[in-house]
């Protein structure tokens, strides 16, 4: 299916992962039992990730703490009590996101953030999907090599 002809023209999924309220818990899953290559990231060791290209059918695979994306989409380490609590997350890279985040507003998607240039160099929109799964449209620069 051609959905660049909807608005959004994503290019591939940049990455999936969990939202761990415990990310030891996780890391025994992820990387104990089932063997992925997760790591911590340099700087943040709750956040665990693969290597670029490390994990086949995946861009980037991390666990994310509920903390930290909460602290991403709100500014604090709490996620809101009155928003559902995402169990995972996902990100879809795209070509225009100022085009694709003006497309979700006009479809009544309620944005967590909009067009934000992150530390990293990552540009992110964000917001909740029906299932509760925390979504991202992204352009990350250094995923398009």
Known sequence: MD???H????????GFGPVPRNVGESK???????GLPVKPMEGNEDYLLTEHGALDGAKHFALWPLHQAAHSCFGSEVWPADIPAPQSWIEFEVADLESATRHLREKGYALL???RLEPWGQSI???????GMLVGLSITPWLCD
């Open 3 to 5: 959905i660049s002809n």
């Open 7 to 14: 608005g959004l023209d994503v290019l591939f999924i940049a």
């Open 28 to 34: 025994a899953l992820y990387q104990e039992t089932l």
């Open 113 to 115: 953030v909009e067009n």
């Open 125 to 131: 929109t964000r917001f909740l999907s029906p299932e």
